[in-house]
């Protein structure tokens, strides 16, 4: 098909900067606005928030800082379904959430800001009968329907903390968050279809809420699989039963309104803490800034509610600028390659935003299947999640993009809430591989081991630097020390984001994870967590668990087991394979385990990752004289080999 559309970016050299039709158009042109927010970044998030958000009351300290904590606009109070839902209501019937199923005879469906009002007023009164109230934690496993947004957005209205947990997650991965919560109600479904088969959710869901704090299930219906059993309710009947207003809770914007749980460098996932009024405002400048989002824009950000990603772009930005979010429930090629770009075409996307796993699979699937479907809606395409290398780059630009729409490579963590360094798609330049400036109104600096910065160009750690964004973490639940340790130890006043980086050009590349944490298809996990789960076997007594670069997925996890009994077998592999789908979830499963009878260890216990990680890629491992079993990594070598 020709290409068509408005050309949003045109060619100087070798980079990409804004046309003036982008120009025209966009939230925000001037790229003055770095300096001008660095003048007094307080003083520019005060006035952000103040704009874009509607406040029931004013904060009297709009940042104060006793580190390692920080709070934003203290003293002022706000609801959060006020303002992604009450505040748009002004036009009832524009379309808040279009949702996609993945069976191909079931229609799209589109909930109106107005029916998303009534359903969200009424959920809200149902949590509240079964005794939820302010700061209670709500826990939510559910696959992407339209009950996911609706139950997020009712505990924000009665100030409860949701807890989503990604429904890839198996059930003991979900009954450890629910602990550490101790939450009261947990929202699931039947299941979902992913592949054009029905998955069990619920099963899952009854087998983690067992002894726990877990009183009431509460079941959305979309397969149609039993549910049955004590203290279990359907979300439909429950909504019927309940009357329609729901008057918001006031919240202070310093109130906790969700806590995610993501992988540090241990074994046991931490509860992120995020606050109302910043991560507020936050989620709706970037939305408006880093996506040119309008109200009249639709927003696909593909990326599920169990990550942040779903919650900030998925959900929460498009609402909070009173634009029209899409979600999707299945499969990303299924039942075919062109499924993605079909919905594009059908539903006239403008902000399309994905991760290079993604697009390295769709890179290499036959390129009819995107080229057939007219993309001209496309205006704006993200990326994130892991460094996009220049080839999925260039492919993303030209085939989804038809050359005309800037690429906006978004740097964030779970923990920043959302996106902090990209460029702006008004502002440019556009370059592969280089994620961009710093938001304007927050500071990131490239720093060596000590925390001085690195001369310019070279290598170092990425720290973020007071005043510290007001969509930051505000904790980690229930865990202090984890706190302090994991992002306060190191650097001391600067906020230590894990992630090596380098500048270019006064642009920051990132190169990466600088602690032991994976990035698989997107999915962030640390090697150590995969180990417990495969150390809990019977028959394991060593493990040891390192990434391997992939095509596709970039990172996959590969495991060294020496066992305690049993003989190394294929069979023995695939039992511990499918053991991680229990402990974790599939997206942990580790691509091969090789059987070896020692791991290449340091004096003091450690596992040399490093050796492992060279060895899977065929080179030859440096340092050998730090190990205490040195003759360990010529058995590795030769059972890697035999192995592949
Ligand atoms: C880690 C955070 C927050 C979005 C989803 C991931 C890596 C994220 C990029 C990017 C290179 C990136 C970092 C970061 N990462 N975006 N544009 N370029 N790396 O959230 O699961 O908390 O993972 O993802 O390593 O620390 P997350």
């Not at 904590?69 to 379904?81: D, R, T």
């Not at 989503?164 to 699931?188: N, P």
């Not at 914007?253 to 460098?265: H, I, R, W």
């Not at 019977?538 to 066992?563: N, S, T, W």
Request: include cysteine; proline fraction near 6%; charge should be positive.
């Amino acid at each position: 098909m020709k290409k068509k559309g408005i050309k949003y970016v045109i060619k100087k050299g070798n980079e990409f900067y804004p046309s003036d039709e982008m120009k025209k158009i966009a939230n925000i042109t001037d790229a003055k606005i770095y300096e001008k927010a660095n003048k007094d970044p307080v003083k520019f998030w005060g006035d952000l928030a103040k704009k874009g958000l509607t406040w029931e009351k004013d904060w009297n300290e709009t940042y104060t800082e006793k580190l390692p904590y920080f709070q934003w606009f203290k003293g002022g109070k706000l609801n959060f379904s006020v303002n992604c839902v009450d505040r748009h209501l002004a036009n009832p019937n524009k379309t808040a959430l279009i949702w996609i199923p993945e069976p191909k005879d079931e229609k799209p469906i589109k909930i109106s800001y107005g029916e998303l009002y009534d359903k969200i007023n009424k959920f809200a009164n149902v949590l509240k009968s079964y005794g939820i109230k302010k700061g209670d934690i709500v826990s939510i496993y559910l696959p992407m329907i339209p009950e996911a947004l609706i139950s997020m957005l009712a505990c924000t209205r009665i100030g409860a903390i949701h807890s989503v947990v990604f429904s890839a997650f198996s059930a003991e991965a979900l009954k450890a968050r629910i602990e550490d919560g101790k939450a009261k109600i947990l929202i699931t479904s039947d299941g979902y279809y992913r592949r054009g088969k029905p998955e069990n959710l619920f099963k899952k869901a009854k087998q983690a809420a067992k002894k726990t704090t877990i009183q009431k299930i509460i079941v959305a219906k979309r397969t149609g699989t039993k549910t049955r059993g004590r203290n279990v309710l359907d979300f439909n009947e429950e909504i019927e039963k309940a009357s329609s207003y729901c008057k918001p809770e006031i919240m202070n914007s310093e109130d906790t309104m969700f806590l995610l749980y993501t992988s540090g460098t241990t074994g046991k996932p931490k509860g992120i803490i995020h606050d109302t009024g910043g991560y507020a405002a936050q989620a709706y400048w970037t939305s408006k800034w880093n996506f040119d989002l309008h109200p009249e824009d639709t927003m696909w950000c593909t990326a599920d509610i169990g990550w942040v990603t779903g919650h900030t772009y998925g959900m929460y930005g498009p609402l909070l600028v009173g634009a029209t979010s899409l979600i999707y429930e299945g499969g990303p090629n299924f039942p075919n390659p062109g499924r993605w770009w079909k919905i594009i075409q059908d539903h006239k996307v403008n902000v399309f935003y994905t991760a290079p796993t993604a697009i390295r699979m769709f890179m290499k699937a036959p390129q009819k299947w995107i080229t057939k479907y007219d993309l001209s809606s496309l205006k704006v395409l993200g990326s994130v999640g892991e460094p996009i290398d220049k080839e999925s780059w260039m492919w993303y630009f030209r085939t989804v993009g038809g050359s005309r729409c800037p690429i906006i490579d978004t740097w964030w963590q779970t923990e920043t809430g959302g996106t902090l360094i990209n460029t702006i798609p008004g502002i440019g330049p556009f370059v592969p591989t280089v994620s961009g400036k710093s938001f304007p109104g927050t500071r990131h600096s490239i720093v060596d081991d000590e925390g001085r910065p690195t001369p310019k160009g070279k290598p170092g750690f990425l720290v973020q630097k007071s005043p510290f964004a007001p969509g930051m973490l505000h904790g980690v639940f229930n865990n202090h020390k984890k706190y302090v340790d994991t992002y306060w130890k190191k650097f001391k006043t600067m906020y230590d984001t894990s992630d090596g980086a380098y500048l270019q050009n006064g642009l920051i590349r990132i190169t990466g994870r600088t602690d032991d944490v994976m990035k698989v298809a997107g999915h962030r996990l640390a090697t150590a967590e995969v180990e417990n789960a495969i150390h809990d076997n019977k028959k394991v007594d060593d493990v040891a668990v390192v990434p391997m670069p992939d095509e596709i997925r970039g990172q996959v996890p590969m495991a060294f087991v020496v066992l305690k009994k049993g003989k190394p077998s294929k069979k023995l592999e695939q039992e511990l394979r499918k053991y991680v789908d229990i402990k974790i979830g599939p997206t942990a499963r580790p691509k091969r385990i090789f059987f070896v009878s020692d791991i290449p260890k340091t004096r003091s216990g450690k596992i040399m990752r490093r050796i492992l990680k060279a060895l899977l890629i065929n080179e030859k491992p440096k340092g050998l004289m730090t190990l205490v079993n040195p003759e360990s990594v010529d058995e590795v070598k030769r059972i890697i080999n035999s192995n592949s």
